[in-house]
């Protein structure tokens, strides 16, 4: 299996409840090791950007709204798989159907505000970490 990179975000309702060291400490138990990361208040225009994918769904407008809420972490993470590792360690997306042992079984507030959000491809990864990062702050 290769080493590959992904995204990451700790979102806005782990970060006001101080659960960023907690959720890091899953990423890097499940084998991913964090080569960039920084604490960052997204924009209006960063979320409608990042998120510009999801522009005709409902939940646009919300989820927008809630990733401008309070700080968020973004992190790239490296690892063998590391889509498919970082994935698993978060859990499904409701965290009622996240498996214990998640990220999101242990910590998602709700649907919405599930602490977390993941690449979900190696193509999306590599979109995702240069919407946050240059090259020179990978340094893994």
Request: glycine letters at 8%; zero cysteines.
């Amino acid at each position: 299996m290769a080493v590959t990179r992904t995204f990451s975000i700790i979102k806005p309702d782990a970060t006001r409840r101080n659960l960023t060291g907690a959720v890091t400490k899953m990423l890097e138990e499940a084998g991913l090791r964090v080569v960039a990361s920084k604490r960052i208040q997204m924009t209006r225009q960063q979320a409608e950007g990042f998120y510009e994918v999801h522009k005709e769904r409902p939940f646009y407008g919300e989820l927008v709204d809630f990733m401008v809420s309070g700080p968020v972490v973004v992190q790239v993470l490296e690892g063998e798989d590391a889509v498919k590792r970082n994935r698993d360690v978060m859990g499904a997306t409701n965290p009622a159907d996240a498996d214990e042992g998640t990220i999101r079984k242990a910590y998602a507030e709700s649907i919405e505000a599930n602490s977390v959000h993941g690449s979900d491809s190696d193509e999306n990864a590599d979109k995702e970490i240069r919407f946050f990062f240059d090259e020179d702050e990978l340094v893994g």
